[in-house]
């Protein structure tokens, strides 16, 4: 079982910066592989990136890509999301989730322990 705890997030003008953390605890989480999703108000939950177990592997999607950074510290058993040049349509509640396997996903369904999720806002 593992257990994830997301914190971090807040309100940021367009252009702006943030930084979110999840940090897991159970056993199992230093194998898992670990994603970011963010759901806005009215739309379905979308993968944001995803990061391997060794942190060796990243993958995100377009609408992300060279502005986010995935990383992770298995020693602190915490996973983050670095969000730079933000944008207003990158408003959501964001979601860190883990995967009961080593291995990169895109898809929430294969996903297995989710948190609980925090607010990002950014205002034009």
């Known amino acids: 079982q593992v257990q994830l705890v997301e914190s971090g997030g807040g309100s940021v003008q367009a252009g702006g910066s943030l930084g979110l953390s999840c940090a897991g605890s159970g056993q199992g989480f230093f194998a898992s592989a670990m994603g970011w999703f963010r759901q806005a108000p009215g739309k379905e939950r979308e993968f944001v990136g995803a990061?391997?177990?060794?942190?060796?592997?990243?993958y995100y999607s377009d609408s992300v890509k060279g502005r986010f950074t995935i990383s992770r510290d298995n020693a602190k058993n915490t996973v983050y999301l670095q969000m730079n040049s933000l944008k207003p349509e990158d408003t959501a509640v964001y979601y860190c989730?883990?995967?009961?396997?080593?291995?990169?996903?895109?898809?929430?369904?294969?996903?297995?322990?989710w948190g609980q999720g925090t607010q990002v806002t950014v205002s034009s």
């Open positions: 989730a883990a995967r009961r396997t080593t291995t990169i996903s895109t898809n929430e369904v294969d996903y297995d322990y």
């Open positions: 990061i391997s177990w060794s942190g060796s592997r990243t």
